[in-house]
């Protein structure tokens, strides 16, 4: 089991839930070279969604985000989990090692790929997620 953990920061930004308000949103962000390593949308009433952005450039993304006027709410911490491999039971065993330590996720999202591989995103407190670092390493 080959994994790369990463702690990292996300911001929350509430738009209304249509494709065009997406596009300015992330397209401010992307003119200014700010790459995410995972995002995330959900609803959260009627025509608003909450957009969950994990850049790679924390404080760049403050930056722009100031300059640009954008309303947002962070930076919360995570942790980024890849691993190499695919093998039954990999990501039940993060989970495992979560529950044993004593910690709990606020938030979890992942995603597998066609090469066999999968990667997982965990949100929580700053607290676990400095704990979680160390008992996921």
């Given at each position: ?11 929350n930004?509430?738009i ?6 997406a ?6 962000f ?5 790459g ?7 609803p ?29 709410d ?7 989990i ?5 093998e ?16 709990n ?5 992942g995603i ?13 407190k ?12």
């Open positions: 089991m080959a994994q790369e953990i990463k702690k990292i920061e996300y911001y930004f509430i209304e839930s249509n494709a065009g308000e596009y300015k949103l992330l397209s401010e992307a003119k200014a070279g700010i995410l390593l995972a995002f995330k949308a959900i959260v009433g009627d025509n608003r969604s909450l957009f969950s952005l994990f850049p790679n450039d924390s404080s760049k993304m403050k930056d722009v985000a100031k300059k640009a006027r954008i309303n947002m962070g930076p919360y911490p995570a942790l980024i890849k691993s190499n491999s695919d039954p039971g990999e990501c039940a065993d993060i989970f495992k090692k979560l529950s044993r330590a004593g910690i996720d606020y938030d979890a999202s597998a790929d066609i090469k066999d591989s999968y990667g997982v995103v965990l949100c929580m700053q607290e676990d997620c400095d704990k979680a670092l160390k008992v996921l390493n």
